[in-house]
C-alpha cells in the first residue's frame, strides 16, 4: 500500500540547475565590470531586473537572458557594445540546451520511493523549457503527474492538493527552496522535506517557517530512503 504522495521539486533537486546560472552571472559581471560599477551594484540591479521580468515574462532561460540584456544596457548606457551583447546572447543560449547534471544518487532513490509511494513531480517555469528538461532527464517514468507551475505560492498548492486528492497529514513536498518549495507547502497544512543546496538561487532565500505538518531537514536526497 502507498503510504504518502510525495511532491518532489526538480531544478536543484533532481538535477543542477542555479550552478549553471550562476557561473554566467559571474562571467555577466565580468563583462559589465569595465564599465565601472563595484560587482556588488551589478548583481544588485541584475536581481532587481529578474524580479520585474518574472513578474511580467515568469521564470525560465528566456526571461534571464532578457534580464542580463536589460542590465548590460541600463548599466553600459553609452558604453554599449553589440559585441558583448552578441556575446551574453550566446551564452544564454548554451545555458538553455545545457543538458540536465542528474544528482548523485537520485535514480536509485526515486526507484526506491515508487514502489512504497505516488510521486508527483512539481516544478515552476516556463512550460515548454521544464518539458524538456524532465524529458531529457529520463526520470519521468518514476512519476503519476508532471506538474508544470508559473509559480509555486499557497494557491498553487491548494490547487494542487485539490487536484490530486491529497490527504495533508500524508503529503510531502520535498526540495531545496524555503521560498517555493517549504513555506507555502507547510502554511497549507502539507509536510516538508528540505534539501538544502549551495546553490540555491538567491530570490528564492527566506527563513524556514513552521505549520501545522512536519518538517524535515535533509543533506541529501538519497537520505529520503531512511524515512520513507
Given amino acids: 500500500m502507498r503510504r504518502h504522495t510525495l511532491l518532489i521539486d526538480a531544478d536543484d533537486t533532481l538535477w543542477e540547475n542555479n550552478v549553471f546560472f550562476e557561473k554566467l ?8 565590470e569595465p564599465c565601472g560599477y563595484p560587482r556588488a551594484f551589478i548583481r544588485h540591479v541584475l536581481n532587481e531586473t529578474e524580479r520585474k521580468n ?25 558604453k554599449v557594445q553589440h559585441e558583448t551583447l552578441a556575446r551574453i546572447h550566446g551564452r544564454v543560449v548554451d545555458l538553455e540546451r545545457t543538458p540536465p547534471q542528474i544528482m548523485d544518487g537520485v535514480p536509485d532513490t526515486l526507484a526506491y520511493l515508487v514502489q512504497k509511494h505516488r510521486l508527483i513531480l512539481f516544478t515552476k517555469g516556463e512550460p515548454a523549457e521544464q518539458a524538456a ?32 486528492k491529497i490527504v495533508k497529514t500524508q503529503g510531502w513536498m520535498i526540495g531545496n527552496s524555503p521560498r517555493s518549495d517549504i513555506n507555502p507547502a507547510v502554511r497549507v497544512g502539507l509536510n516538508a ?25 535533509l543533506p541529501a536526497f538519497r537520505e529520503l530512503r531512511t524515512h520513507f
Avoid at 528538461?133 to 526520470?139: D, I
Fill in 25 to 32: 552571472i559571474e562571467d555577466f559581471i565580468s563583462f559589465v
Fill in 54 to 78: 518574472i513578474r511580467q515574462h515568469g521564470y525560465g532561460v528566456r526571461s534571464f537572458g532578457r534580464s542580463l540584456e536589460e542590465t548590460y544596457l541600463q548599466l553600459a548606457g553609452e
Fill in 133 to 164: 528538461k524532465v524529458q531529457r532527464s529520463g526520470l519521468q517514468g518514476f512519476f503519476e503527474a508532471i506538474e508544470i507551475v508559473p509559480e509555486k505560492d499557497q494557491a498553487t498548492y491548494h490547487g494542487l492538493v485539490h487536484k490530486h
Fill in 193 to 217: 522535506v528540505y534539501i538544502p543546496h549551495a546553490n540555491t538561487w538567491e530570490l528564492e532565500h527566506e527563513p524556514v517557517v513552521s505549520g501545522s505538518g512536519k518538517l524535515m531537514i
